[in-house]
């Protein structure tokens, strides 16, 4: 059966709405704080609640997705998010829209790891890089499309509608995966991914008396993998880091500039027809030159944007810089999903790529977090460039090229593990 007839309805359809949807919040939500009467500061910080959301569901996620299932697990994800949008929609407070945000956020995070899992589950391995390399293409197609009808939706009929459209969307999705998910493919993983589960919980509850396994489950991976988490992870922390900083800083010193909402979310659009052009390039380097090549070139590139985004004075000057960092963000389409893939192991898969997810999600956290913190755009493009290029140098120097992984690469990855042990 081609991936097509596999996938399309269950995970592609659904994938390409979601990323329209998830792209034009991300560029309307700090402009729509703004509009509130909140600072610079307040909107970095609701927009770093969409981060932590994500950050503190993927470790539940990942047991929900063992216990109730694929189909469960991703339309309730994408319910979530349109209950998120509801609220966002209908309130005129930063702390509730923050709320929402959270929401949104946790939503979302969800989303992305029962998709992830549920494709390792139903595609073999030799398949596996096309199948995510097309959600990486939709991705970046929503990251074409979403700005420009966020930014031209708030310019024609308001916020509100906006965030309301962004609802709807989230709950036809979720409707689509229930009705296309056949109930004898969504079961869980494989039984060992419960046994690896309740293992690892005895094992940490034993000696530490954590309360849960959800709350177990997450220093247990990081132990029995952390010369993995302490080399690629921190190259994921990096540019997950600046990804986000990216999104969230570009809109606010174009905004900085006088920008209208429609012109950013014009030249935001251009960018992401940069990024998805960059899609098949950044396949054909990671399946002939390597990941590293991929995730350097990328988190170099867009390190170097960051850095010259304070130089830039006026609309042409920002526009060029943001289509670099397209560029940038292109050349690694795919590269977290793919290393995740190459180095997950065999047993408990769901569970180490619910870490594997939050580790970046901490970095997508901290990029937002740190300009509130900083409360200067130029102090936070600064900062996020150095952290860039600290995490290309470690991906350079300290983590292993995964390209070389066989398909027996899982028992490498336990391999890996006893000798942490």
């Not at 299932?69 to 209908?90: E, K």
């Not at 309301?164 to 296309?180: P, R």
Request: hydrophobic letters at 55%.
């Amino acid at each position: 059966m081609s991936l097509l007839r596999l996938l399309g309805l269950p995970v592609y359809l659904p994938s390409a709405l979601m990323a329209v949807g998830q792209m034009a919040l991300l560029v309307v939500l700090p402009l729509y704080v703004l509009d509130l009467g909140a600072g610079t500061a307040v909107a970095a910080l609701v927009f770093t609640m969409r981060g932590l959301g994500s950050v503190v569901v993927n470790v539940p996620a990942s047991f929900f997705i063992e216990r109730y299932g694929h189909r469960t697990s991703m339309a309730a994800a994408n319910g979530l998010m349109s209950l998120a949008a509801l609220v966002i929609a209908l309130s005129g407070s930063s702390l509730v829209v923050a709320g929402g945000t959270l929401l949104f956020g946790a939503g979302m995070g969800a989303w992305l790891l029962s998709r992830l899992a549920f494709i390792t589950h139903l595609v073999p391995n030799v398949r596996r890089g096309t199948a995510l390399s097309g959600l990486a293409g939709l991705q970046r197609m929503g990251l074409l499309v979403g700005p420009l009808l966020g930014g031209f939706g708030v310019g024609s009929v308001g916020y509100r509608a906006v965030f309301l459209a962004i609802a709807c969307t989230a709950l036809v999705t979720a409707l689509i995966i229930w009705v296309s998910i056949p109930t004898s493919v969504s079961t869980c993983e494989t039984s060992e991914s419960l046994e690896f589960a309740s293992e690892s919980s005895r094992e940490l509850t034993d000696r530490a008396a954590w309360p849960s396994g959800m709350l177990a489950l997450v220093p247990t991976i990081l132990r029995r993998y952390r010369g993995i988490f302490l080399s690629a992870g921190l190259f994921v922390f990096s540019l997950q880091l600046l990804r986000e900083q990216r999104r969230l800083l570009v809109v606010l010193w174009g905004t900085s500039l006088g920008l209208e909402v429609d012109d950013l979310g014009l030249i935001v659009s251009l960018a992401a027809a940069v990024d998805m052009a960059m899609f098949p390039v950044a396949g054909f380097v990671m399946d002939h030159w390597g990941r590293k090549a991929a995730g350097g070139s990328c988190i170099g590139v867009l390190s170097v944007a960051m850095g010259l985004l304070p130089f830039t004075e006026t609309a042409t000057a920002f526009a060029l810089v943001v289509l670099l960092a397209g560029l940038g963000n292109g050349l690694g389409s795919g590269i977290i999903l793919t290393m995740g893939s190459d180095v997950a192991p065999r047993r408990g898969t769901s569970q180490f790529l619910g870490v594997w997810r939050m580790v970046g999600d901490v970095g997508a956290l901290t990029g937002p977090l740190l300009t509130s913190v900083v409360a200067s755009l130029t102090v936070a493009l600064g900062l996020s460039s150095v952290i860039g290029l600290v995490g290309g140098v470690v991906l350079c120097l300290f983590v292993d090229e995964t390209l070389s992984v066989t398909v027996d690469s899982h028992q490498g990855s336990e391999r890996e593990s006893r000798d942490a042990r």
